[in-house]
Nanobody, 125 residues
Framework: QVQLVESGGGSVQTGGYLRLSCAPS????????VGWFRQAPGKEREGVAA????????YYADSVKGRFTISLDYAKNTLYLQMNSLKPEDTGMYYC??????????????????WGQGTQVTVSS
């Protein structure tokens, strides 16, 4: 059973930055794609960014392009999300997810088999 553990959330002001980390408890070859989702209060969970282990292709939501960077440390098997120029609309619970994912469906929750418990990100104006 793979468990994903997120860390790095917190409270910052507009324009600030945070780096989220996600580490699995057990490495599984089936986790081809790993990514980040977020859920703001009263809204549906949405895909933020994802990365394929094999080719390293990355995918981003339009709302975070140019501000967020997803990366994977293969040696540590740890996923990161560097979030810069944060805005109040980035506030939400951020979840790490992993699974065998068809690239063009990276924003589809059902494509992911494993999920973390989430880490809260709050951006104040």
């Amino acid at each position: 059973q793979v468990q994903l553990v997120e860390s790095g959330g917190g409270s910052v002001q507009t324009g600030g930055y945070l780096r989220l980390s996600c580490a699995p408890s057990v490495y599984r070859v089936s986790t081809i794609c790993v990514g980040w989702f977020r859920q703001a209060p009263g809204k549906e969970r949405e895909g933020v960014a994802a990365i394929h282990r094999g080719g390293g292709n990355t995918y981003y939501a339009d709302s975070v392009k140019g501000r967020f960077t997803i990366s994977l440390d293969y040696a540590k098997n740890t996923l990161y999300l560097q979030m810069n120029s944060l805005k109040p609309e980035d506030t939400g619970m951020y979840y790490c997810a992993a699974g065998i994912v068809v690239s063009w469906l990276w924003t589809t929750e059902g494509q992911y088999n494993y999920w973390g418990q989430g880490t809260q990100v709050t951006v104040s104006s």
